[in-house]
């Protein structure tokens, strides 16, 4: 910024300092030094001599300047004039906009920059509380009425919702007065946002420098006051160029997130009015990579996701590193694919991203055993920042809709990042958030009773999101905590079973049915040991986002060749997800969630533990200890405590690398 303050300094109005002095707006707090001050003693006649020589300097240099400035002008772009709302059909908007519409005039004034009506509002806001650090403000703002039209129903809808405090600020070249610009927009009383009004004087006639400074200054106006946790913006091609270039340069140096909606956001992101100013805040910090295991055989079912993956609309998202981990042999076919697949797919009217695409093919020959088809997957990830990096693992045989992507970012920032998430400290506890809803238990055989929802407005029907100790593995975001930990634990359970001849009986025991991978199992025990559980969606948002194909062969490559499992695969190809999945189908993602998508608490969720039976979370993390204690010492080799009937894990703390469960590596470590 030291370069900009130079540049943009005499539109400060003297202020030497950007982050000290609001003399443009007169709020409370920044009042000049009371003039009553006596000094100990009277200053000398010859001090009062010099301090009369410095005035009269300091006065000619600012006449100086004043004069200099007074006479530049600065080149400037001419912006495209606001007007209605692309497909609009009513004449209100036209007609209102036309009377306000400012008369061409040479954009050449550089003055000092007033705001002549946003201390008003801002004061107002400062009074209410707002200043405060803590809380839930969430800003709307534009330069252009086009823009406004976009987004002032967006902010109405949040703030109906009643999770954040909700403000729009306007500073537009436009003059129209704010009362009109809500009316041409349908906006009423029952819209309970704050408008500030931060159009800068003599708009009509700025530079489109000048205005790209009041865009930065009124930021900084509304970070030094207001504390927005989160800004949302229009960054299609309707906003004004000044606006968005004075934002995105000021918000680097204050806390707030800010937020840039791509073109015709609704309604396919009318779900960003269900999130809290605390999950808002969290939109840019969060991101997930993705994580593929092809299969030795049946590529056909890789291509499908592939295809998939590159039509699904990302406008929410970071675009995700993908990583494919292939077997050793290769078909023709998968690498014909492979050749052509490009990640991230490139859109017109996109920014262009570099290839985020890593292949990675295995040299081994021989087919993988369960613990190391386990381990080289675990190594295909590692989260550079474990709270706000995750991995979103699919299987070859999924395939996602257009949406899916939506509902990943929704789901991530409603079940982490929420006020209501942090208060219950949900993140300790959450494995991962499914997006595929099960019909039975990982054995394949046992029927899954579903819980009733949570609907009010149905609450017969068993739908809804819901809780289980289970986990998944078709398509699942692990959390990163929780993978650092999944990590150490298969680390650890390889090397204190590598020099033991015979298994454990509670390793011994297999509960995954081998129609899944290998790791499944040790994310299961992980489970049990933590009492960590598993976020599933209701089957109608599932079948609206995931498809589940069963018609091709998806046999994880550590499980070829078993004649068991070859037998029960056998007995049907057809494919399950054809009758329920529509994978170009463009439906409104909100529409599929109970109670509209409003929020609701995940301790008034629908918990099952892992024999499927009603739960709570006490009672899981009560048998989860108590299994922890046999796990200790049956495969920990951990003894009990001699003065105690309880053994020593009891005064432990759950370690990030899961080596708590463990005394056998001690020594190796």
């Known amino acids: 910024m030291a370069h900009q303050r130079g540049r943009f300094s005499h539109f400060w109005s003297g202020d030497e300092e950007l982050a000290k002095k609001d003399d443009d707006l007169g709020l409370p707090g920044h009042h000049r030094p009371a003039s009553q001050w006596q000094g100990a003693r009277a200053p000398r006649r010859s001090v009062l001599s010099r301090l009369l020589v410095y005035a009269v300097f300091c006065g000619l240099v600012v006449f100086f300047l004043v004069r200099v400035i007074a006479s530049s002008s600065f080149s400037s772009t001419e912006p495209t004039e606001p007007s209605s709302p692309e497909g609009s059909s009513s004449t209100g908007f036209n007609s209102l906009l036309n009377q306000h519409r400012s008369q061409p005039q040479d954009r050449t004034y550089n003055g000092p920059v007033r705001f002549p009506q946003l201390a008003k509002t801002l004061t107002i806001s400062v009074s209410a509380g707002g200043r405060s650090e803590d809380n839930r403000n969430v800003f709307f ?52 946002i704050t408008l500030h009004d931060a159009r800068p004087d003599r708009v009509a006639i700025s530079s489109e420098t000048r205005m790209e400074v009041a865009a930065i200054m009124s930021l900084r106006h509304i970070s030094t006051f207001m504390h927005p946790q989160a800004i949302i913006v229009d960054s299609s091609g309707l906003e004004e160029g000044y606006f968005l270039r004075g934002f995105r340069d000021q918000v680097r140096g204050t806390a707030a997130t800010l937020i840039e909606l791509p073109q015709n956001p609704t309604p396919r992101l009318s779900w960003i009015t269900k999130l809290d100013a605390s999950a808002l805040a969290a939109w840019n910090r969060v991101n997930f990579d993705i994580l593929i295991q092809a299969p030795l055989i049946g590529s056909g079912n890789l291509k499908r996701l592939l295809s998939s993956l590159r039509r699904a609309d990302m406008s929410a998202v970071t675009p995700p590193h993908l990583t494919i981990e292939l077997p050793y042999v290769i078909e023709r076919e998968l690498e014909r694919t492979l050749a052509e697949f490009k990640w991230p797919a490139q859109r017109s009217r996109q920014l262009h991203y570099p290839s985020l695409l890593s292949i990675r093919h295995r040299i081994p020959r021989k087919q993988m055993t ?138 011994a025991k297999r509960n995954v049915s081998k129609k899944h991978p290998a790791w499944l199992e040790h994310v299961l025990q992980l489970c049990r040991l933590r009492g960590y559980v598993t976020l599933y969606p209701s089957p109608e948002t599932a079948n609206a986002i995931l498809g589940s194909h069963s018609d091709l062969g998806n046999t994880p490559e550590e499980y070829l060749g078993d004649e068991e499992l070859a037998k029960d695969l056998e007995k049907g190809k057809e494919d399950r997800a054809t009758s329920n999945f529509d994978p170009t189908f463009q439906v409104d993602m909100l529409a599929t ?28 993390k009560d048998a989860a200890q108590k299994y922890a204690k046999q796990f200790r010492r049956e495969v920990g080799q951990c003894k009990e405590a001699e003065d105690s009937q309880e053994d020593d894990y009891t005064l432990l703390e759950a370690d990030r690398l899961a080596r708590d469960l463990f005394c056998t590596n001690k020594e190796k470590a």
């Open 141 to 192: 703002a534009t330069g252009s009425l086009k823009s406004a039209s976009t987004l002032l129903p967006m902010a109405c809808e949040m703030a109906a919702e009643g999770h954040s405090d909700v403000h729009f600020l306007l500073m537009s070249r436009n003059e129209i007065s704010t009362e009109d610009l809500l009316l041409a927009n349908g906006i009423d009383e029952s819209c309970k």
């Open 370 to 507: 369960e613990d190391e088809s386990s381990a080289r997957f675990l190594e295909s990830f590692w989260p550079s920042e474990p709270s706000t990096t995750h991995v979103l693992t699919l299987a070859p045989h999924t395939e996602v809709s257009p949406q899916f992507f939506h509902y990943v970012k929704y789901t991530l920032l409603q079940t982490l990042y929420s006020n209501e998430s942090l208060l219950g400290d949900w993140g300790e506890s959450i494995m991962g958030i499914s997006f595929q809803s099960p019909t039975t238990h990982l054995d394949d055989v046992t029927p899954l009773t579903m819980p009733k929802g949570s609907d009010s407005k149905a609450p017969e029907k068993s739908s809804g999101s819901f809780l289980w100790q289970s986990p998944s593995s078709d398509a699942v975001l692990f959390l990163g905590d929780r993978w650092v930990e999944l990590h150490g634990y298969v680390s650890q359970i390889l090397g204190s079973q590598s020099s033991k001849k015979d298994t454990p009986a509670m390793l």
């Open 593 to 620: 969630l109970p109670e509209d998508g409003s929020f609701v608490n995940l301790g008034d969720l629908p918990l099952l533990s892992l024999e499927g039976m009603s739960s709570s979370l006490d009672e899981i």
